[in-house]
């Protein structure tokens, strides 16, 4: 049975795409791209000649038949402008109507922008939100910004460099001045990130240019105070002749407390002792 593959291809660089996209581009009768012009220049490099055809926000109620019809006698790619499609593109309704379908959809994992950033970013990876491309007008996107205001998790967002400076004011307005990663040109001759806070971000990129996604701290977690059982627990400890290293490394996994916060703690818990 023909199958819809999802493909990734490169965010900027056209080295960073792995060979089983090679090799399945060149393989399919047919490829569905948000952007031909894009995805012309990557099929030149590698000498692909598989057929294109467009299918973006524009046109995507009109193309779908096309393609799903396509896709009862052959195999078909899909690919975005960038990166993975699906994301913040008209890739989804594509693929939502081919598992409708019973048409076999399948992955093929590559580039990514927002997994880019968040990595190089410096801010926490392990757990995080995506919130595609912000919305244009301020309200809206101040209304956003105040949803999230208690948000822990680090947040990624994309934005168009003619409204980057004013994202950032708005999010200082509404977040503190929070740490922040800038990313610009991922992967293209003029990548760039910047880290520090979001008053120094702007302050730094005075004309914008290029594409920038937004790596934004979440909120950060409060530290818990030492209250009269974690003061217990450090003179048990003690007197079970644990020493103050132990002590302290153990009672800060346990309650989150720093270190340094638990062992001024340790020192007036034990002194005469």
Known sequence: MPTLYIVATPIGNLEDISLRALRLLKQVKLIAA????????LLNAYDIETQLTSYHEHNKRTKLGYLLDCLKEKDVALVSEAGMPGLSDPGYELILAAIECGITVVPVPGASAVITAL??????????LYLGFLPRRQGA?????ESLAEEPRTMVAFEAPHRLLETLDDAKEVF??????VCRELTKVHEEVFRGRLSQAAEHFVQPRGEFTLVIEGRAQKEPEINQQIKKELRELHRQGA????????????SGISKKKLYQAWLKATKGD
């Open 34 to 41: 948000e952007d031909t012009r894009t995805a012309r220049k």
């Open 119 to 128: 990595v190089v970013s410096g801010l926490p990876s392990d757990q995080f």
């Open 141 to 145: 996107r101040r209304r956003l910004f």
């Open 176 to 181: 503190g001045d929070r740490w922040v990663a």
């Open 243 to 254: 020493g103050a290293r132990e002590a302290v490394a153990r009672l800060s996994e346990a």
